[in-house]
């Protein structure tokens, strides 16, 4: 092979390195820009000093550790919200508690659905006896509050035969016809007091007669001394 044509082979390669060269640098080009279009901010980074990487590193840093503040503040409010709503919670729970127990042990006035239950004994027959078989009969059906005449009757209520004649609960003398407010299930009550060789049976029996009252709402004011 000539001189001139091994150079002619010379320059064909370096022409055909040259645009392989211009093609890859065209392409970087290609992408450099759509990275740049796609993402300043990446640019902005790309171009800026190191002094200004620098502050705004510092700036990302400062901005994230407050941000990691606020959520430790967000953090504890909501445990103390937290606190807070199971204490209320947790209170009310107590004065629910405590009203029901006041309630039952006679220490509170009490009101809702029950009965009013009325025994007219116009010959004064009926004894202590009787009238306690009557309140063991509404505390079998289910009787939660109960109240006779103005006396609130509790765990520790008596009755006795007054030496006057008629009866004497707590210490009180109570007057005819009796009256008792009884706070329970009205239908429940009022059954359990008329079933067959029940209270009102035992009443018509004994000369006396009782009559009930179904109520949607039964107020109880009288009250024990704690």
């Not at 060269?21 to 796609?38: D, H, K, M, N, P």
């Not at 171009?47 to 620098?54: G, H, S």
């Not at 000369?207 to 001394?225: C, F, K, L, P, T």
């Amino acid at each position: 092979m000539s001189e001139s044509e091994k150079g002619a082979g010379r320059t064909r390669r370096f022409d055909r390195g040259r645009l392989l060269i211009g093609v890859l640098c065209a392409a970087l080009g290609f992408a450099v820009t759509a990275e740049v279009r796609s993402n300043d901010r990446t640019t902005k980074f790309a171009t800026a000093r190191q002094d200004e990487l620098v502050g705004i590193l510092g700036d990302l840093s400062q901005r994230s550790e407050r941000l990691r503040g606020d959520i430790r503040d967000l953090e504890n409010t909501k445990s103390g919200l937290e606190r807070d709503t199971q204490g209320q919670t947790a209170v009310e729970d107590a004065r629910r508690r405590a009203a029901t127990y006041g309630m039952l042990a006679g220490t509170l006035p009490a009101a809702g659905p029950g009965i009013q239950f009325t025994i007219d004994d116009p010959r004064g027959r009926l004894r202590a006896e009787d009238l306690l078989d009557t309140l063991e009969e509404l505390r079998d059906a289910g009787a939660e509050v109960i109240q006779v005449d103005d006396v609130r009757v509790g765990v520790s209520t008596y009755l006795a035969d007054a030496a006057s004649g008629g009866v004497v609960a707590d210490g009180r003398i109570l007057t005819r016809p009796y009256r008792f407010l009884v706070i329970g299930d009205p239908h429940t009550l009022a059954t359990a007091l008329g079933i067959p060789g029940g209270v009102l049976q035992t009443l018509r029996n004994s000369g006396a007669r009782g009559s009930v009252a179904q109520e949607q709402r039964i107020v109880i004011r009288a009250i024990r001394s704690p």
